[in-house]
T-cell receptor, first 114, second 111 residues
Framework: DGGITQSPKYLFRKEGQNVTLSCEQNLNHDAMYWYRQDPGQGLRLIYYSQIVNDFQKGDIAEGYSVSREKKESFPLTVTSAQKNPTAFYLC?????????????FGPGTRLTVL | GENVEQHPSTLSVQEGDSAVIKCTYSDSASNYFPWYKQELGKRPQLIIDIRSNVGEKKDQRIAVTLNKTAKHFSLHITETQPEDSAVYFCAAFWGANNLFFGTGTRLTVIP
């Protein structure tokens, strides 16, 4: 189903806790992305990575951290510094092409802070 | 960076009618414009895309038009069906492999 998976599907966090969202792809894509989706606000880019061991901040990186130790994996950590973390988080991957290409999305993780 | 505006935010049409969703972008350097469909609780999926060297592209009941001079592009769905009901996002590709998304249009097709 698209070759990109996310886990867990639902995640509950207490205030002050860090949580890590998993994203794995078997499409051999170089580029991977994390988006946050809130009602009425579309998709906003948190972080992206074009190559292993390298990643760049997107528009709303504050309170988040990522790593890219393997080509297939791009986990996102939501830290306690993120003021309003309750949202739907989508991971995506694509072929790295300067002219732009389709991004394939994972099924998403819905994070709720209690 | 790029700024993408999308209108309308909600759209209701009768089954069989056409639906049009419009987007504008700010940076003339943007060169790739995909449209994604997201059904309730599901992941966004690409339905059609267009590159800046093309003015129009069609795929069965779906078409996209691009006006580079005016910096706007539109999604056209003809003969709408209930299964077309979803949220549609436009996007513009800018810079180093970044997509900037519009805020989405919730389309409802009334049987």
């Amino acid at each position: 189903d698209g070759g990109i998976t996310q886990s867990p599907k639902y995640l509950f966090r207490k205030e002050g806790q860090n949580v890590t969202l998993s994203c794995e792809q078997n499409l051999n894509h170089d580029a991977m992305y994390w988006y946050r989706q809130d009602p009425g606000q579309g998709l906003r880019l948190i972080y992206y990575s074009q190559i292993v061991n390298d990643f760049q901040k997107g528009d709303i990186a504050e309170g988040y951290s990522v790593s890219r130790e393997k080509k297939e994996s791009f986990p996102l950590t939501v830290t306690s510094a993120q003021k309003n973390p309750t949202a739907f988080y989508l991971c995506a991957s694509s072929i790295l092409r300067l002219a732009g290409d389709e991004q394939f999305f994972g099924p998403g993780t819905r994070l709720t802070v209690l | 960076g790029e700024n993408v505006e999308q209108h309308p935010s909600t759209l209701s049409v009768q089954e069989g009618d056409s639906a049009v969703i419009k987007c504008t972008y700010s940076d003339s350097a943007s060169n790739y414009f995909p449209w994604y469909k997201q059904e309730l609780g599901k992941r966004p999926q690409l339905i059609i895309d267009i590159r800046s060297n093309v003015g129009e592209k069609k795929d069965q009941r779906i078409a996209v038009t691009l006006n580079k001079t005016a910096k706007h592009f539109s999604l056209h769905i003809t003969e709408t069906q209930p299964e077309d009901s979803a949220v549609y996002f436009c996007a513009a590709f800018w810079g180093a492999n970044n997509l900037f998304f519009g805020t989405g249009t919730r389309l409802t097709v009334i049987p």
